[in-house]
Every structure is written in C-alpha cells, then in structure tokens.
C-alpha cells in the first residue's frame, strides 16, 4: 500500500472493522397463522414457518424480510406430504402435537422444544441470532454424553463430540489432518445420540456452514454465513430411522450396473495405450479380478475434456472394445475446467451459446487449472447441464459407461482455492452468487454427467464417481475420499470417514486403497486392500512419481495375499449387490458402524478401526505395521471367526491372531451370507450364477432363526425398475430335534443362470441323522453337481444341494 495515499489511514486498519457485528433474535412472538400447513411464526424482528413432514420431522426455516420462500436445494426430494399437528396456545407458549413429538415454541424467547409424549427432552433450540451482513447462528443444548455422527467425509474419529467442522468444499492436497475442518464433500447433517434417544439435524444450505461440538460446553451450534437457516429436525428414536428418513428425504443411490462393484485400478496416470492394454493382460495373466482401468488426465489432448490425446491413445475406440472383451471397462477422468483455447469446440461453444460461469459484469470468470486458463460451465442452468450432459455421446461412443469427475469443487490453482465467490450463477432464472451455492457445483456436475450419460446408453447404467458433492449427491454418484496419503494413519482415517458418509446418506464411497500421495509399501498396500476389499467402493489410485502400487509391485507373497482378498470380494459379490439393493430401498449403508447395530451398547460410541459388513460381518483390520494380532470387540451374541470357524461368546473383547495374509472376520451366529463362484470380472456372463448360502451356527432348538433374501437382477439396465428382478427368501427355523429350510421365490421377474442352490451350515450345533426327500452322498459327488447332502468331516459343515425352483422345504432331522 502507498504510504502517501489517504489509505494509510483506512479505518480497518486503525480501528478494526468498521461496522461492529451486531447479533440481532427473533423477540417476542407477535402472532403466528397456518399458511397452506407451513406455521408461520412472526416475531418482532423475523419470523419463522415451521412445516411437518412426519410424525418425526419437520423443517424451521427463518425468514427475515417478511418474504416467505419455502423453495429448497436440490438436495431435497419433492416431498408427497405434509401433515398438520395439532396446535395449542398457552399464555407462554405455542405447542404442536404429532403423534411422535412435542414441539414447543416458547412466546418470549422462540427457544424450540422437542420432547416425546413421555415429557423427556430430545433436543433444545435454545436461541437463533443473526448479523446485519446475513451470517446466522443456532444454539443447541449438549448433554455430557452427547454423541456425534455424520457430516460425510471429515477426518479424525467417529464420534464427533468436541470436534469443529465447516462445510466449503475444498481440494485439501495437504495432508488430511484431524486438524482439517473442510474437504470435498459438504453433508450439512449432524446426528445427535442421547442415551438411546437419537435425533438428526440437517441444514439445506450449500452456502459455507459451521457445526461446532468443541467450543462451548454444554452446547453445540450450528452457522451459515449467506443464504437462510433452514433446518430438517429428524427424529429416531433409534440412529437407523434417522438414516432412514433423512435419506427418504435426499434420496439413496440408484442401483449401480455390477461391475461397478469389482476391483477399480487407477494412476495418475496410465500413460498410452500400450500401457493399459499392458497393464490389463496382467490382471487377467495374475488372475487377479478386475473390472476396471482408469484414465487419469494424461489421455487428453492438453488436458482438453472430450478429447483423446492422438499419439498417447491412437486408437481409444480399439482399445476399448478389446479390453471388453477381457471383461475391462475404462473410466476416464472429467474434469470442470474448459481450456481457454478459440480452436478447440468445446470452448467456444460455450462461449457461444452462454454457457460459462461470468461475473455480474457479464465477462467470463476464467480461473487457471491443468488445461491453463479455462472457463467453467455453469451447472445451475439445466440447459448447461444438458449440453454438458449431452457431451458425453463422444465417450459414450467409444464404448464407455463411466465418468470420473475430480477438481468439481471446483478447484482452481489460486489462493481462495476455488471460483471467486462472486461469480454469478444463473440458476434457471433464480441468480445465486457462488459464495451462496458453492457446495452445489460438483452435484450438479456429476449430475449432468450421470443424465448425460443414461441418456445415451441404451438403458444401461452408468457409473459416475465424484470427488465433490452436496447432500443428495447419492443419487447420482459414488464418492471417493480423495487426496489421502501412503501413511497408516490414513488407512485408519478412512474407516470413521466412511463409515460417517455411511450415515450421512453416502454408501457408495471408499479411499485411494494404498493411498494417493508419498509412498506405500509392500505391509501397507496388503492391509489396505484387506480392509478395502470390503469397502463399497473398491480402488487402488496413486499418485505421479510415487512408488508403484499395483497388486504385484512387491513381490509373489504380497500379491498372492492380495489376490486371495480381491477374489474373496468376488465370491462375495452376491451378498454385495444385495447390500447395496438394501441400500437403495432403505438408505442403510452398506459398511456400519458397530454402533449403528448396537446402538445400547457403550463400548461402540467411538468404535471406529474396525466394522460391520451389513448387519452380520465384523471386519478388524490390521493398520499398524509389523503386527500380527490385535482386539477385537465382538458385541452380545455368538460370533464365528471366518477363517478358522472358532466359536466365541461376545459382549468382550478378545485377541485375534493376524499374520500377514489374515484380516480378522467374523460371522455373527444366525446370519446368513449369500456367495457367488470365483470371477475375474463381475458381469462375466459365461459364468454359472449359482449361489451358496452360508448358514451359520444353525441349532436344532426353537430359539434358532435366521432370515435371508437374495435380490438378483441383470445387473446392467434399468429393467429392474419395470419388475424384472427376483427376491430369493430363505428361512431356516429350528424346533425341537430339527430344522427347516424354506426356500421360495418372492418376486420372480427374472430368472438367474443355474441349475442348483447350494447351503452350507457352517459348524452347526447338530449332525442331522438325515434330510427328507435327500440322499446323503459324498462330498466328490456334490462337487460334481449331485443332488444331495454331505457332510465334510474336516469341519464339522453340512454341505446341501438341490435343484433350483423346485424344493420349497427342507427338514432335516438331528
Ligand atoms: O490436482 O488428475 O484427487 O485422484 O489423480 C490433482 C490428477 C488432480 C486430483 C485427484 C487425483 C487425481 C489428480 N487430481
């Protein structure tokens, strides 16, 4: 600054700034009216409209100018219905009934009051304050053993009490620290758990927000600072209706194709055609199972998006339909930024037809990424998004049916890390600046890609991952964590992250398995890919200059045990899809939390460095070097290590053996567990699809039931939405002295490859005498596709197999 310019004496830098912050309220309610089933509350400075959504739900959105707007994001779902509480009005204070709450709000002071009919609090809106420049800021109550959960992908542990986290999507190349309160994704949702009392609050406002469980005690907050505080109370009482109703409410993931299931390997970057074609016939050569390849930005021509580079990929369409053949598929990377370049048609398009990102001034906002200089489509306008969308018939084309969207927070090479914040959007008519919709970019990228993309493939569906997103970014695309590190501190970071975004409407999501950035090695690529052979999304990325981590760069032990887990994942792709079908109708996640299972547990509030695989399949990875055992804790009941079929009690905690090659599992007695055969890639449909039902500890008693219903499909077109799809029920109950295995088909619009449907009880408390209507024949003979029943003496399993469709009970006699 000169010194000799009246700015020597800018009043900032003499006084501070020059408008105090003033904190104003709502005061005193003043009257309040029933608007088309939205109460609106007017007080002496605001006023605010609650809606019921549910028995279990309603929206507080405060409006300040007198202008009711009960529009919301995208994030939110076109609701069916509200409902009307009953209303009451006392000298002190306005209470709404629904049958599952009690929402009080208090005449002098607005604080907001939610109980159940039983008069016990669930939570507290003690106060709302907002400043004259529009940043708003809640205050909740916080008991001592209040518990935290959700806000998608954050670092540090599960249980969010004393932590700090603001949502402004951020590329975070340093390392991802505890420390680190922003990353790519923003979900605005916080759960909060009370002595089994369990309640959500989710904030639509793609704007930067705060959620503060660290700095004041016996409260927590929750800020924006643009745009309106617009709240979604969700009630429980347990955590998995709060999953439910919160992801009823932003939607859940739309049934994947199932390759996208299988093992993804990714480099940035895989550089010519010659090293793919390479890289994919070591795969196959290996036997080590993979559907995909990736292509990071080295394929284009200087980082130009919808281009091939000509020398690196002479022939990408050749390329393309030859690894199909081997059951490969490639997902190229799609990154925002358009290169400044009049030669180049994407660009000047753009230009053309009004497409990119511009200032109030109406010039275009140009910000520097790997193209240089480059434009940035404004997503808000559905036809930007269109034309976009409609791009992507040149990948398409070529035989490609996934998309890879990074930098969509988007990132640009400058010190705000992302476009100005007064870049303007146009929003289909609604102007929003980007500082008030930044956390909406890279879902309306993503989402434009995925139309784009379905549009043009023939009733196939498509594959988008992201790096960024918003709430609601499920239904568009799986997520992975980005920019993590070869370190083991950021393996163990990546189970609470994922099992966070499991809670926070995100199932489809996993970590660069080896980690992105530094160097892994030989211990901690096999213990990634152990754990990550059981994440829903299933990637091997690293990055330029690093040490190289494909599944064979240490040596035949290390690839060996790598290829056994890879594989196990294959084996366990039916009861895989089934969990992800579950996730699409429900919005459970795919990976939980023990916590989420046993919520009346106190030992699993923060457990977090190990998991469940669905509701039955404990997971305890190794994620410290040079260790060959660790803890476990195995909740009430009886659990089956899968390895070596041990029994144990649980409710405690034991020490499980881990050499190298062993990842700790266990089956939780009376589950069920659907595997498929061995595959290399996961839509091989020269494969037989027969399936083997893995019962566990099955006992001839009354008190032994277990339940399991297989949902299969084509696992490639939507033809799933028009009834063709089975659902497979198996029952086995046990009585006195027997058990009974019902098997039936509930839905029956589509008809699997095979002939059989194998059982296998593992370690059953029983040797059944014999099975009615079966034969009991060898163990060879079953193998060889015999109808019968065998025991293996080795151990102690019952093998069955029958005809498909055609048996619908069996009895077997201890
Ligand atoms: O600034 O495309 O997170 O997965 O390999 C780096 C190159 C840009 C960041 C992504 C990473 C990807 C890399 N990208």
Same mark, same amino acid.
């Given at each position: 600054?000169?010194?000799?310019?009246?700015?020597?004496?800018?009043?900032?830098?003499?006084?501070?700034?020059?408008?105090?912050?003033?904190?104003?309220?709502?005061?005193?309610?003043?009257?309040?009216?029933?608007?088309?089933?939205?109460?609106?509350?007017?007080?002496?400075?605001?006023?605010?409209?609650?809606?019921?959504?549910?028995?279990?739900?309603?929206?507080?959105?405060?409006?300040?100018?007198?202008?009711?707007?009960?529009?919301?994001?995208?994030?939110?779902?076109?609701?069916?219905?509200?409902?009307?509480?009953?209303?009451?009005?006392?000298?002190?204070?306005?209470?709404?009934?629904?049958?599952?709450?009690?929402?009080?709000?208090?005449?002098?002071?607005?604080?907001?009051?939610?109980?159940?009919?039983?008069?016990?609090?669930?939570?507290?809106?003690?106060?709302?304050?907002?400043?004259?420049?529009?940043?708003?800021?809640?205050?909740?109550?916080?008991?001592?053993?209040?518990?935290?959960?959700?806000?998608?992908?954050?670092?540090?542990?599960?249980?969010?009490?004393?932590?700090?986290?603001?949502?402004?999507?951020?590329?975070?190349?340093?390392?991802?620290?505890?420390?680190?309160?922003?990353?790519?994704?923003?979900?605005?949702?916080?759960?909060?758990?009370?002595?089994?009392?369990?309640?959500?609050?989710?904030?639509?406002?793609?704007?930067?927000?705060?959620?503060?469980?660290?700095?004041?005690?016996?409260?927590?907050?929750?800020?924006?600072?643009?745009?309106?505080?617009?709240?979604?109370?969700?009630?429980?009482?347990?955590?998995?209706?709060?999953?439910?109703?919160?992801?009823?409410?932003?939607?859940?993931?739309?049934?994947?194709?199932?390759?996208?299931?299988?093992?993804?390997?990714?480099?940035?970057?895989?550089?010519?055609?010659?090293?793919?074609?390479?890289?994919?016939?070591?795969?196959?050569?290996?036997?080590?199972?993979?559907?995909? &390849?990736?292509?990071?930005?080295?394929? !284009?021509? %200087?980082?130009? =998006? /919808?281009?091939?580079? *000509?020398?690196?990929? +002479? @022939?990408?369409?050749?390329?393309?339909?030859?690894?199909?053949?081997?059951?490969?598929?490639?997902?190229?990377?799609?990154?925002?930024?358009?290169?400044?370049?009049?030669?180049?048609?994407?660009?000047?398009?753009?230009?053309?037809?009004?497409?990119?990102?511009?200032?109030?001034?109406?010039?275009?906002?140009?910000?520097?990424?790997?193209?240089?200089?480059?434009?940035?489509?404004?997503?808000?306008?559905?036809?930007?998004?269109?034309?976009?969308?409609?791009?992507?018939?040149?990948?398409?084309?070529?035989? &490609?049916?996934?998309?890879?969207?990074? !930098?969509? %927070?988007?990132? =640009? /090479?400058?010190?705000? *890390?992302?476009?100005? +914040? @007064?870049?303007?959007?146009?929003?289909?008519?609604?102007?929003?600046?980007?500082?008030?919709?930044?956390?909406?970019?890279?879902?309306?990228?993503?989402?434009?890609?995925?139309?784009?993309?379905?549009?043009?493939?023939?009733?196939?569906?498509?594959?988008?991952?992201?790096?960024?997103?918003?709430?609601?970014?499920?239904?568009?695309?799986?997520?992975?964590?980005?920019?993590?590190?070869?370190?083991?501190?950021?393996?163990?970071?990546?189970?609470?992250?994922?099992?966070?975004?499991?809670?926070?409407?995100?199932?489809?999501?996993?970590?660069?398995?080896?980690?992105?950035?530094?160097?892994?090695?030989?211990?901690?690529?096999?213990?990634?890919?152990?754990?990550?052979?059981?994440?829903?999304?299933?990637?091997?990325?690293?990055?330029?200059?690093?040490?190289?981590?494909?599944?064979?760069?240490?040596?035949?032990?290390?690839?060996?045990?790598?290829?056994?887990?890879?594989?196990?994942?294959?084996?366990?792709?039916?009861?895989?899809?089934?969990?992800?079908?579950?996730?699409?109708?429900?919005?459970?996640?795919?990976?939980?939390?023990?916590?989420?299972?046993?919520?009346?547990?106190?030992?699993?509030?923060?457990?977090?460095?190990?998991?469940?695989?669905?509701?039955?399949?404990?997971?305890?990875?190794?994620?410290?070097?040079?260790?060959?055992?660790?803890?476990?804790?195995?909740?009430?009941?009886?659990?089956?290590?899968?390895?070596?079929?041990?029994?144990?009690?649980?409710?405690?905690?034991?020490?499980?053996?881990?050499?190298?090659?062993?990842?700790?599992?266990?089956?939780?007695?009376?589950?069920?567990?659907?595997?498929?055969?061995?595959?290399?890639?996961?839509?091989?449909?020269?494969?037989?699809?027969?399936?083997?039902?893995?019962?566990?500890?099955?006992?001839?008693?009354?008190?032994?039931?277990?339940?399991?219903?297989?949902?299969?499909?084509?696992?490639?077109?939507?033809?799933?939405?028009?009834?063709?799809?089975?659902?497979?029920?198996?029952?086995?109950?046990?009585?006195?002295?027997?058990?009974?295995?019902?098997?039936?088909?509930?839905?029956?619009?589509?008809?699997?490859?095979?002939?059989?449907?194998?059982?296998?009880?593992?370690?059953?408390?029983?040797?059944?005498?014999?099975?009615?209507?079966?034969?009991?024949?060898?163990?060879?003979?079953?193998?060889?596709?015999?109808?019968?029943?065998?025991?293996?003496?080795?151990?102690?399993?019952?093998?069955?197999?029958?005809?498909?469709?055609?048996?619908?009970?069996?009895?077997?006699?201890?």
């Amino acid at each position: 600054m000169m010194e000799d310019t009246s700015e020597a004496i800018h009043p900032d830098k003499v006084d501070g700034p020059a408008v105090q912050e003033v904190w104003s309220s709502f005061g005193q309610l003043r009257e309040w009216r029933e608007y088309d089933g939205a109460y609106l509350c007017h007080g002496q400075n605001a006023g605010a409209a609650l809606v019921f959504l549910s028995d279990a739900e309603f929206r507080f959105k405060v409006f300040s100018e007198g202008v009711l707007d009960l529009s919301t994001t995208i994030a939110v779902l076109p609701q069916k219905e509200i409902i009307r509480p009953d209303v009451e009005e006392s000298e002190q204070e306005l209470i709404f009934r629904t049958s599952m709450l009690v929402v009080t709000l208090d005449k002098q002071t607005f604080a907001l009051t939610v109980k159940d009919h039983e008069g016990s609090e669930i939570a507290r809106q003690e106060s709302i304050s907002w400043t004259p420049r529009g940043a708003t800021n809640a205050l909740f109550n916080m008991q001592e053993d209040s518990h935290f959960y959700g806000l998608g992908e954050k670092s540090s542990f599960l249980d969010k009490r004393g932590e700090r986290y603001t949502m402004w999507n951020t590329d975070v190349y340093a390392p991802h620290m505890p420390e680190i309160e922003a990353l790519y994704e923003s979900i605005p949702l916080l759960i909060h758990m009370h002595q089994g009392s369990t309640y959500g609050v989710f904030l639509d406002n793609p704007g930067r927000s705060d959620f503060d469980m660290r700095s004041h005690g016996v409260a927590y907050t929750i800020g924006c600072t643009t745009g309106s505080y617009d709240i979604y109370f969700i009630y429980g009482p347990e955590i998995k209706d709060v999953v439910r109703r919160y992801t009823a409410l932003t939607g859940r993931i739309t049934l994947p194709p199932k390759w996208a299931l299988g093992y993804h390997q990714s480099r940035y970057s895989y550089m010519d055609q010659q090293e793919v074609m390479e890289l994919a016939h070591s795969f196959r050569e290996k036997n080590i199972p993979c559907d995909v &390849i990736y292509l990071d930005i080295h394929y !284009m021509d %200087e980082y130009r =998006v /919808f281009t091939f580079d *000509k020398i690196r990929f +002479p @022939d990408p369409k050749g390329m393309i339909a030859e690894l199909k053949e081997m059951g490969i598929r490639i997902i190229p990377i799609v990154d925002p930024g358009v290169k400044k370049d009049p030669k180049y048609r994407i660009y000047r398009e753009g230009v053309q037809e009004e497409h990119f990102c511009r200032h109030l001034e109406g010039d275009i906002y140009y910000g520097n990424v790997w193209p240089g200089i480059s434009a940035f489509p404004d997503f808000t306008e559905t036809r930007t998004a269109q034309w976009w969308g409609d791009h992507h018939a040149f990948y398409t084309s070529l035989g &490609i049916d996934g998309i890879w969207n990074d !930098m969509n %927070e988007p990132a =640009v /090479f400058n010190e705000l *890390k992302t476009m100005d +914040p @007064d870049v303007m959007h146009l929003n289909d008519g609604d102007p929003m600046t980007h500082e008030e919709i930044h956390n909406l970019y890279g879902m309306l990228m993503s989402k434009a890609t995925y139309e784009g993309m379905k549009q043009h493939m023939n009733g196939r569906r498509p594959f988008v991952l992201t790096r960024a997103g918003y709430s609601g970014i499920q239904r568009y695309a799986a997520i992975w964590t980005g920019d993590n590190r070869s370190f083991w501190e950021h393996m163990a970071m990546a189970m609470p992250m994922i099992l966070n975004m499991g809670l926070s409407g995100l199932p489809f999501a996993g970590p660069d398995i080896g980690g992105f950035a530094h160097h892994t090695s030989d211990q901690l690529l096999v213990r990634w890919t152990q754990m990550g052979a059981f994440f829903p999304y299933c990637r091997n990325h690293s990055a330029i200059g690093t040490i190289r981590q494909e599944p064979w760069s240490f040596g035949e032990q290390v690839e060996d045990i790598i290829r056994e887990y890879i594989s196990l994942r294959y084996r366990w792709m039916p009861h895989l899809y089934n969990l992800f079908y579950e996730s699409s109708r429900t919005g459970m996640p795919i990976l939980r939390p023990v916590l989420l299972e046993y919520p009346r547990d106190p030992k699993v509030t923060n457990l977090c460095d190990q998991f469940l695989l669905g509701p039955d399949v404990m997971i305890a990875p190794v994620y410290r070097p040079d260790t060959d055992c660790r803890t476990v804790y195995l909740p009430e009941g009886i659990w089956h290590d899968y390895w070596t079929g041990e029994k144990h009690e649980g409710g405690r905690h034991i020490l499980a053996p881990a050499p190298l090659d062993v990842m700790p599992m266990y089956i939780r007695a009376g589950a069920i567990i659907a595997e498929g055969e061995l595959r290399q890639y996961a839509a091989d449909h020269r494969a037989d699809d027969v399936v083997t039902f893995h019962i566990y500890g099955a006992e001839a008693k009354s008190s032994f039931q277990a339940e399991y219903t297989l949902y299969e499909d084509d696992g490639e077109t939507f033809a799933h939405e028009n009834g063709k799809y089975s659902r497979l029920h198996i029952r086995v109950s046990g009585e006195e002295g027997a058990l009974a295995l019902s098997i039936r088909y509930m839905d029956d619009g589509y008809q699997a490859q095979r002939e059989h449907l194998r059982f296998t009880l593992r370690q059953p408390a029983f040797t059944p005498a014999g099975i009615d209507q079966l034969e009991r024949i060898t163990l060879d003979e079953l193998a060889a596709g015999q109808i019968g029943w065998s025991l293996d003496d080795s151990s102690g399993d019952i093998l069955i197999q029958i005809p498909d469709r055609q048996l619908e009970q069996l009895i077997l006699r201890a």
